[in-house]
C-alpha cells in the first residue's frame, strides 16, 4: 500500500468535496456522503495515516487518487 502522510482534517472535507462528497453532520466528527458512500472524519490534527487510508478506502478511492486530488 502507497504512502499516505495524516492529514489535516479540514483539508481531507475540501479534497472529497472536490469529488462530489458534501457534509451531511458535523459534531466531534465530520460526516460526509456522496450519495454512495458515506465517511466519518475525525476532527483531529493530523488524522493518523491509517486512519486516513481507511476512509480513502471507504470512499472508493485509491490512495493515488486521493493524493491528486490533495
Known amino acids: 500500500m502507497p504512502k499516505l502522510p495524516g492529514i489535516n482534517h479540514q483539508r ?3 479534497a472529497f468535496q ?3 462528497f458534501w457534509v451531511a453532520r458535523q459534531g466531534k466528527h ?10 466519518t ?3 483531529e ?4 495515516s491509517f ?3 481507511g476512509i480513502v478506502k471507504d470512499a ?4 493515488e487518487e486521493f493524493k ?3
Open 18 to 20: 472536490k469529488v462530489g
Open 60 to 63: 472508493g478511492l485509491t490512495i
Open 41 to 43: 472524519i475525525p476532527r
Open 30 to 39: 465530520i460526516t460526509m456522503t456522496d450519495g454512495n458512500h458515506i465517511i
Open 12 to 14: 481531507a472535507v475540501k
Open 51 to 53: 486512519t486516513m487510508a
Open 68 to 70: 491528486k486530488i490533495v
Open 45 to 48: 490534527n493530523p488524522i493518523n
